[in-house]
């Protein structure tokens, strides 16, 4: 009998924020204000996303963030099969119109200051229209140097099926990008973060 076993499992961990429309109503906003003044860093290859990052970041600060914290304390406490303890390593927001993208990147951090987990927030996403975060195989190049079987391969990309209010965890290694967007009324407004664990378990 044949036995094929998945193994060196890549995982991601999806789940909901709650009461997004309520958060959605608290910050989309103060974003949509904040936009004539956010420049994108000289060092990203997209030319038309407004982004938060390497910006001043008055929105997720303050008692505005710490209510969203809370709720994303929730969801990410619910990730983990251990007692955990994190931080906020760094929080921006990008807001996607028309034809905006972002190129392949990873958000990992450095060796005396590593960044552990990422996460993104779809606070705004029409699942008819946009496009969910593109996850890309680490290991798609040494692939191309073997053969996987047709009913194992899975493809070199993964795109999960995200909704409004969604948040996906994934491994700060992992490379992802987002397509370019269609022309839609709701913008594809999404948060970031990254993590880095204090402790895991014992």
Request: net charge negative.
């Amino acid at each position: 009998m044949v036995r094929a076993r998945n193994i060196f499992p890549l995982t991601i961990y999806q789940s909901e924020v709650n009461d997004n429309p309520f958060l959605k109503e608290l910050f989309l906003p103060s974003i949509e204000e904040s936009l004539p003044y956010l420049t994108i860093p000289e060092d990203w290859a997209t030319d038309n996303l407004k982004t938060s990052y390497g910006n001043q970041n008055e929105i997720l600060s303050g008692k505005k963030f710490s209510l969203l914290e809370k709720y994303y304390d929730d969801c990410i406490n619910e990730f983990f099969d251990k007692e955990v303890e994190w931080e906020f390593a760094g929080r921006w927001y990008n807001y996607y119109r028309e034809g905006s993208y972002q190129e392949s990147h990873d958000h990992l951090g450095t060796a005396i200051k590593p960044i552990h987990f990422s996460c993104i927030h779809y606070l705004s996403f029409d699942p008819e229209v946009h496009t969910s975060t593109e996850f890309i195989d680490p290991i798609s190049a040494l692939r191309c140097h073997t053969i996987t079987l047709d009913r194992d391969f899975i493809g070199d990309s993964y795109s999960p099926p995200v909704g409004e209010g969604d948040i996906i965890m994934f491994p700060s290694y992992l490379q992802h990008r987002v397509r370019q967007q269609k022309i839609s009324d709701i913008p594809r407004v999404t948060i970031s973060f990254n993590i880095r664990l204090l402790k895991y378990g014992c």
